[in-house]
Each structure stands twice: as C-alpha cells, then as structure tokens.
C-alpha cells in the first residue's frame, strides 16, 4: 500500500530562518507524492505535487519541496520563514488503484517573530 | 472561480442525533471525495463519488454513514445516529479528472462535536 510518514510533530524555528518539513515516502510503481497546508481554522490548501521530472518543485507561498529517490524523501522547504508560515503541513500520497489520498500524520509548524 | 463550499461549518449535537453535511464542489469537478479527521488523528478516506456515483466507499466506518450525491453535484454526508467517537472534522474535496496525478481541493471542513 502507498504510505507517507512525516517523522516529526512539530518543527519550530525563527523568523528569516530556513524551514523544512520532513516526509518519506512508501509506493510501488510512480511516486505522486503532495503536500497540503491547514492555517487556523481554515481548510486544506494545496502547495504543491510531484509527479515527474524536475526533482525540485515550486509551489504556492514561496514553497518548494525536493524529491529523493534515494532517500525516499519528499521534504518541504521555504528558505526564509514567516510568521504566517505557522500552521499545520500534510504530506500526501494517492492509492495505486484508486484515487483516494493518504496523508500523513501532520507536522505543526511554528515560526517565532 | 469559487472553492468547495461546506456547510455547516461547525455543528454540535446530542449523542443519538442526525446531522446531515453538505458538499458543494469546484463546478465541473466530477471527483468528489469525503475525508475526515478523527481526535487529531491522520487524515481517512471515507468515500469518493464520480458524478452521481459511488466510486469507492472502503471507508465508510459503519451504516450509520450514508452518503449520497444526486444529479452529481452537491453532496451530503448524513450520520444516523451519531455516536461520541464521529466527532471530528468532515472534510470533502473535488477534483476535475479521475487521475492519480489529480489535485484535490478541499474545502473547509465540517467541525463536528457530538456530546
């Protein structure tokens, strides 16, 4: 079965520092692999997929994730945090079969001023 | 272009109730799908609706869910009766092809608080 782990619960950090949030990843056949955001009371907001060719992928607010075959990895990356930044990160992966997506458990990200 | 809409937002309601969720997906968008997030646990797939039909409902948790979405475009998720475990947030999502490489969009969630 398609499996995503994202290893930590909460990632903190300052301000202007850079952030990652860490996710590998478990599939048979091709990697699409996505990453979603929930800010506060808000829904799931989509940042960005990979589903072939360039391993580094850009997405919305200033978001990039870089995909590793290797390391069957799929981190997400913004060099520079922002406050805003602060919410809760899902990295996702569809079933092979179906389309049905399985997430992560979620990493709540904090960014201190 | 208008997102997926969910409504209520938040509902909370006795032990033994029914509620009933609605979905309004992107228009156009034939892939509608209910997830939910239960006591802050993972995200779970309940069921995925091609137009007006059931694609997959592997996971649905028990009868007491019943989901339905005629003339394939709004969809209601109905919980009777609800028990204190479906309390969580209801999420549906749309998505306008039937591929793997799909993005889904996801609307706002339904908080739901059964006491």
């Known amino acids: 079965a398609q499996s995503v782990a994202q290893p930590e619960d909460q990632v903190n950090v300052a301000e202007g520092n850079p952030l990652t949030v860490k996710c590998t990843y478990s599939?048979?056949?091709?990697?699409?692999l996505f990453w979603y955001v929930q800010y506060p009371n808000r829904g799931l907001q989509f940042l960005l997929k990979?589903?072939?060719?360039?391993?580094l992928v850009k997405g919305s607010y200033g978001f990039e994730a870089e995909f590793n075959k290797s390391q069957t990895s799929f981190h997400l990356k913004k060099p520079s945090a922002l406050v805003s930044d602060s919410a809760l990160y899902f990295c996702?992966?569809?079933?092979?079969?179906?389309?049905?997506?399985?997430f992560g458990a979620g990493t709540t990200v904090t960014v201190r001023a | 272009e208008a997102g997926v809409t969910q409504f209520p937002s938040h509902s909370v309601i006795e032990k033994g109730q029914t509620v009933t969720l609605r979905c309004d997906p992107i228009?156009?968008?034939?892939?509608l799908y209910w997830y939910r997030r239960v006591m802050g646990k993972e995200i779970k797939f309940l069921l995925h609706?091609?137009?007006?039909?059931?694609?997959?409902e592997s996971g649905m948790p028990n009868n007491r869910f019943l989901a339905e979405r005629t003339g394939g475009t709004y969809s209601t998720l109905k919980v009777q009766p609800a028990e204190l475990e479906d309390s969580g947030v209801y999420f549906c999502?749309?998505?306008?092809?039937?591929?793997?490489?799909?993005?889904?969009?996801f609307g706002p969630g339904t908080r739901l608080t059964v006491l």
């Open positions: 999502a749309s998505s306008q092809e039937g591929h793997l490489t799909d993005t889904q969009y």
């Open positions: 599939v048979s056949g091709n990697p699409y």
């Open positions: 990979y589903i072939t060719g360039d391993n």
């Open positions: 996702a992966v569809p079933s092979n079969n179906d389309y049905k997506l399985s």
């Open positions: 228009s156009g968008h034939d892939n």
């Open positions: 609706f091609v137009k007006e039909s059931k694609q997959d």
